[in-house]
């Protein structure tokens, strides 16, 4: 069995990934450059956390 082209999904995530992680800072930063930067660290400890359980499943 051949597995489906996946390949639109893909980019459309890594579309989304980008837009959240470029425009949500920079939005915040408008009212606050420290909930800017709180934005960021939580981006970057959620996927940290989602890197870590994919790995975790595929082992």
Do not use: C, H, K, N
Not at 18 to 26: E, G, K, R, S
Not at 34 to 56: F, K, M
Request: glycine share 2%; charged share 25%; aromatic share 8%.
């Amino acid at each position: 069995m051949e597995r489906p082209d996946d390949r639109r999904a893909s980019a459309l995530r890594f579309a989304t990934e980008l837009v959240a992680w470029v425009a949500t800072p920079w939005a915040l930063s408008r009212q606050s450059w420290v909930l800017a930067v709180v934005s960021v660290v939580v981006r970057i400890g959620r996927d940290r956390s989602r890197q870590r359980s994919y790995v975790s499943r595929s082992s």
